[in-house]
């Protein structure tokens, strides 16, 4: 079992930054990936990256590319997701995601093993 624990969100304005945590804990993780997702009001779980923990390779979606960076720090097994440029439409429930393998492309949500609760993040006007 892998537990997952998001930290970060908040209220932003447009053009500003976030980072996100995500703690993890319960297994060994060197051969885990570690992905984000979001949820905006009224909408279906979007996928937005993932990372590679052994290696370090990432993924991201087309709307995030050159915005977001995710990272990890094997040391304190936490994944990062820094979020800059942020625009209105970023505004969502942001969640931390594991699953086993090595395929960084895994966009489906239900694809996915573990979940952390979400953290939202508001990217005002």
């Known amino acids: 079992q892998v537990q997952l624990v998001e930290s970060g969100g908040g209220l932003v304005q447009a053009g500003g930054s976030l980072r996100l945590s995500c703690a993890a804990s319960?297994?060994?993780?060197?051969?885990?990936?570690m992905g984000w997702f979001r949820q905006a009001p009224g909408k279906e779980r979007e996928f937005v990256t993932a990372?590679?923990?052994?290696?370090?390779?990432?993924y991201y979606a087309d709307s995030v590319k050159g915005r977001f960076t995710i990272s990890r720090d094997n040391a304190k097994n936490t994944v990062y997701l820094q979020m800059n440029s942020l625009k209105p439409e970023d505004t969502a429930v942001y969640y931390c995601a594991a699953r086993g393998g090595a395929n960084i492309k895994v966009v489906v949500p239900g694809l996915w093993d573990y979940w952390g609760k979400g953290t939202l993040v508001t990217v005002s006007s």
């Open positions: 319960g297994r060994t993780f060197s051969s885990l990936v």
């Open positions: 990372i590679r923990w052994g290696g370090g390779s990432t």
